[in-house]
């Protein structure tokens, strides 16, 4: 059977080759049979092969596209003249791409959720990267303001599109205050401020003037310097972009804060934060972390989850912007990834990958990719199981029609 087959397909691409040569110079008609053959004897890359594309995703530029349709977006904001340690992000799409060459669409499937999320049903795509202004961070968040609500606007290519029907987007960054466009046009797209699961060794809810800011000129409430990476949750406070008091939260902090005292975590819960510390997790474990979590945001309310790399320990993963020593490992971050899959997630960065700091192994950009492939895996997985209860009720409201 398996070799009949190969006989007839060595038959098929024999004569499809001597229809080539036989008119070397002219335009070839393939056939939908001849294109069938290429795509299998050519179509599928290895992981080594190939043109770097997040896990061998098909690329769109999608901001040059606007019909292109998609589920699931992966978008490079390679931006970094927002950082106030290491710069280096810039070069974090690319880094993390390559990192995610062993996710072939062929060898993805996730055994602890049970899905494929490169062979399910959502149209996952590489939507390239935002060109953003490197001289210019006024023009810069322009940009990428500009570019996410109308990624956002994107239709959904299939019927189980997420949350309201909507596709989605993830960002490989880029400094961490790409999250504040991505939080802007989120706002827009569903009409109301988001709730954000924010895994990070630093708050990021600092004000501006924080920083050493004499020559800033307080009544410049837009001062360009006050788009910065660290004060990136306190401007999407001022704006009404998070979600409701308590319901936005910090996961595996362990920063130095301000001055002498704990103003800056006072600040912070008046903001509207919950804080889980980076050394809660030996004295409460993963699960514990999972049910604060949980418990915090539910499953119903539209989430955005903002994950900054340097959340890992530096030792684990050395390529970031602010490294802080004693962090949570790569597997416990993962592992808090999936157990709090049943979140309903609109909207994902992995940001602060500096990879001019990484070693050879790359291990912080592999650890990205992982951690795109986990959230990409609950986002298609809850996709799968709400669809399944769509055509559930359908079948149930004919079914009594019948009656
Ligand atoms: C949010 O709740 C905390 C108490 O959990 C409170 O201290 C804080 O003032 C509240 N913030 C706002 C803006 O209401
Ligand atoms: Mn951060």
């Not at 149209?123 to 990267?129: A, F, K, N, P, T």
């Not at 630093?202 to 800033?216: E, G, N, Q, R």
């Amino acid at each position: 059977m398996h070799l009949n087959n190969l006989a007839v397909k060595a038959a098929g691409c024999l004569a499809f080759l001597e229809t080539v040569h036989g008119h070397a110079n002219h335009k070839r008609d393939a056939s939908p049979e001849d294109i069938r053959v290429l795509n299998e004897k050519w179509g599928t890359d290895w992981p080594f092969s190939g043109i770097s594309t997040f896990a061998h995703l098909p690329h769109f530029k999608c901001l040059v596209e606007p019909d292109k349709s998609f589920d699931i977006g992966i978008i490079g904001a390679p931006f970094d003249t927002a950082v106030s340690y290491r710069t280096g992000a810039r070069f974090g799409p690319r880094a993390i791409r390559s990192s995610a060459a062993r996710q072939t669409s062929f060898r993805s499937f996730n055994p602890r959720a049970g899905i494929n999320p490169y062979k399910s049903w959502a149209d996952i795509v590489d939507c390239g990267d935002i060109p953003i202004a490197p001289f210019d961070n006024k023009l810069a968040l322009k940009q990428m303001s500009e570019a996410y609500v109308e990624l956002g606007r994107r239709a959904p290519t299939s019927k189980a599109a997420g949350y309201q029907g909507m596709s989605k987007l993830i960002t490989l960054g880029g400094d961490h205050s790409v999250a504040l466009p991505a939080l802007r046009a989120l706002k827009e797209r569903y009409g109301q401020p988001i709730s954000v699961l924010h895994f990070d060794a630093h708050l990021d809810t600092w004000h501006p003037a924080k920083y050493p800011s004499a020559w800033v000129d307080a009544s410049e409430t837009d001062a360009q310097s006050f788009f910065n990476h660290g004060s990136v949750f306190w401007l999407a406070g001022t704006e009404g972009l998070l979600g409701p008091n308590g319901t936005n939260v910090h996961a595996g902090l362990r920063t130095r804060l301000s001055g002498t005292d704990w103003t800056d975590l006072e600040e912070d819960t008046e903001q509207g934060w919950h804080r889980i510390a980076a050394d809660d997790i030996d004295d409460i474990g993963v699960a514990k972390v999972i049910e604060i979590i949980m418990t915090k945001l539910g499953t119903e309310r539209p989430v955005y989850l903002s994950l900054d790399i340097d959340v890992i320990d530096p030792g684990m993963a050395p390529a970031t912007g602010t490294p802080e020593p004693g962090g949570w490992t790569t597997r416990e971050v993962i592992r808090i990834l999936r157990g709090i899959e049943g979140l309903n997630l609109v909207g994902a960065d992995i940001v602060e990958v500096s990879p001019p700091y990484d070693d050879a192994g790359e291990s912080t950009s592999l650890a990205a990719a992982q951690i795109v492939y986990e959230i990409l895996t609950s986002m298609v997985k809850r996709g799968h199981r709400e669809e399944q209860e769509r055509l559930k009720l359908a079948a149930e409201e004919s079914a009594k029609d019948e009656l």
